[in-house]
């Protein structure tokens, strides 16, 4: 599967943005899907999974009722949306799909097969 996230972009403090993640090849629905992001310097961290038919969520704690994570199976995409932003959430952000998952939801980086090229988010204060 080919992974092409979007939607990055410089936005201030409290804005949103709404980041996209198309997928092509294998069947969409049969793969977890996850969010995860890096700051310069630092190591790529998990921001949120959702499972193969989008009911069942989880999210880092630092962005726990802020953002969003969501899918459209018929149109192979995930989303995130991202509100009430704050500079520490400025990062290149990375799609991520897991297809062998034996658990609904998967936060461990480790556990992704395929990655897309990430897409940069910027929030200034």
């Known amino acids: 599967v080919q992974l092409q996230a979007s939607g990055g972009g410089l936005v201030q403090a409290g804005g949103s943005l709404r980041l996209s993640c198309a997928a092509s090849?294998?069947?969409?629905?049969?793969?977890?899907m996850g969010w995860f992001r890096q700051a310069p310097g630092k190591q790529r961290e998990f921001v949120a999974t959702?499972?193969?038919?989008?009911?069942?969520?989880d999210y880092a704690d630092s962005v726990k009722g802020r953002f969003t994570i969501s899918r459209d199976n018929n149109k192979n995409t995930v989303y995130l949306q991202m509100n009430s932003l704050k500079p520490e959430d400025t990062a290149v952000y990375y799609c991520?799909?897991?297809?062998?998952?034996?658990?609904?939801?998967?936060?461990?980086?480790?556990?992704?097969?395929?990655w897309g090229q990430g897409t940069q988010v910027t929030v200034s204060s």
């Open positions: 991520a799909a897991d297809f062998a998952a034996r658990v609904a939801v998967v936060t461990a980086l480790a556990e992704y097969d395929y």
């Open positions: 090849g294998r069947a969409f629905g049969s793969y977890v």
């Open positions: 959702i499972n193969r038919t989008g009911y069942r969520r």
